[in-house]
């Protein structure tokens, strides 16, 4: 049976060429800051992003942890909004590591706005408060259904934390799925932002890794505290080769993602079983049921046909398209999805 495997775009396998370039790729102990392929990665994303430096790390959660880390201490306060990952999907790693409290906001689908993002910085010289150091935003959103800031509006927010001297951290896991939306210049986020985490292991197909981004000064804080996690890796070239892969052969081909995630919206707003769907803007598509399926249910239909989805609350289904969702596996969820509305079902 086809396989459409529509739960994250997380679930990429390297692809021959890719797996070509990591077998070539020339190594060293990378603790020691000798792994030339590690180098070249570090360099190119933060140039990429207008920034100083960068930092290879295994996971898109030690890069945000470090961050925060860096940019905290304990009887300090983050404001972000309350579907961040970083608060949602990181185990409680802001208190277990940085002992810093959070402010949330209820944003909409998982946005801020400048004027909410002030109203929950603290007072200064109180002492009932704790005292807020850093605003951290995520882009896209993914509780929020893959929706984008703009340039734009992360220039407010950046104003708003200049004014309150906060520092302004991006999630950026799927940064280049709202470059390549929005067509804004990924080297202008460099001045907005202190940090930066970058996942190539999402929509871009790498197997494994994320990239911090930030200034010399606060890379050379993160290498540390990077090690203190056990995230010191050695002859991981081979896992940086295929970012760089990643980097230059899989960012243009999201529009790709994004086509085939509309098109997947366009069927499911004609289906009876469906309550509504979250605007697409890029590769999440994340659409509420009606009582004719419970989310478990709907998700047992698809399984059926093989196609695999992630049930994201109740009544609530999400899919992700990605690199190796085959025009096949789109046409046979489509039609899956029409033949589900004339089913009878009981719920
Ligand atoms: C996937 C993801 C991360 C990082 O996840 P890891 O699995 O730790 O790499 C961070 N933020 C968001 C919004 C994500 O979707």
Same mark, same amino acid.
């Given at each position: 049976m086809l396989i459409t495997d529509l739960r994250s775009d997380t679930v990429t396998k390297p692809t021959p060429e890719m797996l070509q370039a990591m077998f070539a790729a020339p190594v060293g102990d990378d603790v020691y800051g000798e792994d030339p392929t590690i180098n070249v990665l570090e360099e190119k994303a933060a140039a990429m992003f207008g920034m100083e430096a960068g930092l290879f790390c295994p996971s898109g959660t030690m890069t945000n942890q470090i961050a925060i880390k860096v940019h905290t201490q304990p009887l300090t306060e983050v404001i972000c909004d309350v579907s961040a990952h970083i608060y949602q999907y990181e185990g409680g790693g802001i208190s277990f590591n940085?002992?810093?409290?959070?402010?949330?906001?209820?944003?909409?689908?998982?946005?801020?706005?400048?004027?909410?993002?002030?109203?929950?910085?603290?007072?200064?010289?109180?002492?009932?408060?704790?005292?807020?150091?850093?605003?951290?935003?995520?882009?896209?959103?993914?509780?929020?259904?893959?929706?984008?800031?703009?340039?734009?509006?992360?220039?407010?927010?950046?104003?708003?934390?200049?004014?309150?001297?906060?520092?302004?951290?991006?999630?950026?896991?799927?940064?280049?799925?709202?470059?390549?939306?929005?067509?804004?210049?990924?080297?202008?986020?460099?001045?907005?932002?202190?940090?930066?985490?970058?996942?190539?292991?999402?929509?871009?197909?790498?197997?494994?890794?994320?990239?911090?981004?930030?200034?010399?000064?606060?890379?050379?804080?993160?290498?540390?505290?990077?090690?203190? #996690?056990?995230?010191?890796?050695?002859?991981?070239?081979?896992?940086?080769?295929?970012?760089?892969?990643? #980097?230059?052969?899989?960012?243009?081909?999201?529009?790709?993602?994004?086509?085939?995630?509309?098109?997947?919206?366009?069927?499911?707003?004609?289906?009876?079983?469906?309550?509504?769907?979250?605007?697409?803007?890029?590769?999440?598509?994340?659409?509420?049921?009606?009582?004719?399926?419970?989310?478990?249910?709907?998700?047992?239909?698809?399984?059926?046909e093989g196609i695999k989805a992630v049930s994201f609350g109740p009544q609530m289904v999400r899919f992700v398209t990605h690199l190796d969702i085959s025009e096949e596996m789109l046409q046979h969820t489509l039609k899956t999805l029409k033949t589900l509305s004339k089913q009878e079902v009981s719920v």
């Open positions: 940085s002992g810093a409290s959070m402010a949330l906001v209820h944003g909409v689908r998982g946005k801020m706005t400048p004027a909410q993002v002030e109203a929950h910085v603290r007072p200064l010289d109180n002492v009932h408060f704790p005292e807020t150091k850093l605003v951290a935003l995520e882009n896209t959103c993914n509780r929020g259904g893959g929706n984008y800031y703009t340039l734009e509006e992360i220039a407010a927010i950046a104003e708003v934390c200049q004014r309150h001297s906060l520092a302004l951290h991006l999630d950026g896991a799927r940064v280049f799925n709202a470059l390549v939306a929005s067509g804004d210049d990924a080297k202008a986020y460099g001045s907005y932002f202190d940090s930066i985490s970058v996942c190539l292991s999402k929509g871009l197909g790498a197997p494994v890794g994320s990239v911090l981004l930030g200034s010399k000064e606060f890379i050379k804080r993160s290498r540390r505290v990077r090690k203190v #996690l056990g995230g010191g890796m050695r002859q991981a070239g081979y896992l940086a080769a295929a970012c760089i892969y990643a #980097l230059d052969n899989n960012v243009e081909r999201l529009q790709e993602d994004h086509r085939k995630a509309r098109e997947i919206e366009q069927v499911l707003l004609q289906q009876d079983y469906v309550e509504d769907v979250f605007s697409v803007e890029t590769n999440i598509v994340i659409f509420r049921l009606n009582d004719r399926y419970t989310d478990a249910a709907f998700v047992e239909a698809l399984a059926k």
